[in-house]
């Protein structure tokens, strides 16, 4: 008992009954919110799978065009050393021309 109260002037939110009803409330709203948790953690799951599957996607698509770069990369070669050698047959006959001249 509050000593600096008399008893009619004790705040009712002191009352046992209150106090019984903002327990009930409270864990209504504990349950209600452990939904929300469960909803949280499987829009967190779906987020992240859908992340696993991009980056999967990505993968593959990095990887597919690193190969065919590495594929066009050989073609190059191959046709700027075939262009070497034409140039350096086309020299030999130019200098074979240059000689018929002179």
């Known amino acids: 008992m509050d000593r600096l109260r008399p008893h009619e002037l004790l705040d009712k939110r002191y ?3 209150i ?3 903002m327990k ?3 864990e209504l709203v504990e349950g209600r919110t452990d939904g929300f948790d469960s909803i949280e953690e499987q829009f967190r799951n ?3 799978d859908s992340l696993n599957v991009n980056a999967k996607k990505m993968n ?3 990887n ?3 190969e065919k770069l590495a594929e066009r990369d050989e073609n190059l070669k191959d046709m700027v050393s075939a262009m070497k ?3 350096e047959e086309l020299k030999g006959e130019l200098t074979i021309y240059k000689a ?3």
Do not use: N, Q
Request: glycine share 4%; aromatic share 8%; net charge negative.
């Open 24 to 26: 009930e409330m409270l």
């Open 19 to 21: 106090s019984g009803k």
């Open 100 to 102: 018929e001249f002179e």
């Open 85 to 87: 050698k034409e140039i």
């Open 46 to 48: 779906f987020v992240l």
């Open 60 to 62: 593959e698509l990095v």
């Open 15 to 17: 009352s046992p009954v």
């Open 64 to 66: 597919s065009t690193t």
